[in-house]
């Protein structure tokens, strides 16, 4: 069983910055494909950022130049660094793991994600 631990959220104003991390311990696969979404109320969850095996990234053209997605394999930690963030950043924001083995093409797509972490809350005034 993949355990994937979210932590890093909290309240913050417009302009501010968050560095989200996804721990999985145990899990050997942190060096393929894994991915950050995001869900706010009443609205599906969306891709923000993934990364490879090959450490190719990808984001969603919302946050593209303000969020870094990032991993350090040796503490089996995938990063979510926001910059400059929005009050339109304000979700709930989850790691996933595609599973699988050596991954090419960093995956933006919710429904190729098998393992997903529980959520962490970013909140954004103005």
């Known amino acids: 069983q993949v355990r994937l631990v979210d932590s890093g959220g909290g309240s913050v104003q417009a302009g501010g910055s968050l560095r989200l991390s996804c721990a999985a311990p145990?899990?050997?696969?942190?060096?393929?494909?894994m991915g950050w979404f995001r869900q706010a109320p009443g609205k599906e969850r969306e891709g923000v950022a993934a990364i490879d095996s090959e450490d190719s990234t990808r984001s969603a053209d919302s946050v593209k130049g303000r969020f870094t997605i990032s991993r350090d394999n040796a503490k089996n930690t995938l990063y979510l660094q926001m910059d400059s963030l929005k009050p339109e950043d304000t979700a709930m924001y989850y790691c996933?793991?595609?599973?699988?083995?050596?991954?090419?093409?960093?995956?933006?797509?919710?429904?190729?994600?098998?393992?997903w972490g529980q959520g962490t809350q970013v909140t954004v005034s103005s």
């Open positions: 145990g899990y050997t696969y942190i060096r393929n494909c």
């Open positions: 996933a793991a595609l599973g699988g083995g050596y991954c090419v093409t960093p995956r933006l797509d919710r429904y190729e994600y098998r393992y």
